[in-house]
């Protein structure tokens, strides 16, 4: 007969076991962000045209050493990145974003069995927009939302929702 107090016991030592072997994994994912500072840093401009009201809403992304972020058009099941602009009366922009460097692929990556489009570093996107011609451009204020994740090289990955 098996006494309740052993199996008890049994299932504490493998509870413990079981978080000694994963305490590695959360401590390197909590050193991929710290200080409670974004993640990533983001900026974004706009390089209007001269004479015209069309040109292009730049977004830079300056991922930290590293680290990497992945490319708008990464395979399941890693997360891609996804820019939005926040909608304005002061122009119109396209939806697609593209980037001004191509990412590293690595067509099967041995940590998630999967091709991997990676960038980093500095990598900025882009996407055209129509300035209204109402608008003042020095007062054009862009208001662009990044969501995505960022993984350190080690394969440790936190999420990024709705960075402005």
Sequence with gaps: MIRSDS??????YL???????????????????????????LSARYHIESGTNRGFLIVKVDVPAGNHIYSLNQPEPLIPTQLSVKTSDQFNAEKK?????????????????????????TVQFY????VTTQSDLKQLQPRVQ??????????YCVPINNLE
């Design 97 to 121: 974003f593209k980037a001004d460097k191509k990412p590293k692929v690595v067509e099967k990556d041995p940590l998630f069995n999967a091709r991997l489009e990676k960038h980093a570093g």
């Design 15 to 41: 509870f413990l076991a079981a978080a000694v072997a994963i305490m590695p994994a959360v401590t390197m994912a909590a050193q991929v962000v710290q200080n409670d500072e974004p993640p990533v840093k």
């Design 7 to 12: 199996i008890t016991r049994e299932l504490l």
């Design 146 to 155: 990044f969501s995505g994740q960022m993984c350190s090289d080690q394969g």
């Design 127 to 130: 996407v055209p927009v129509t």
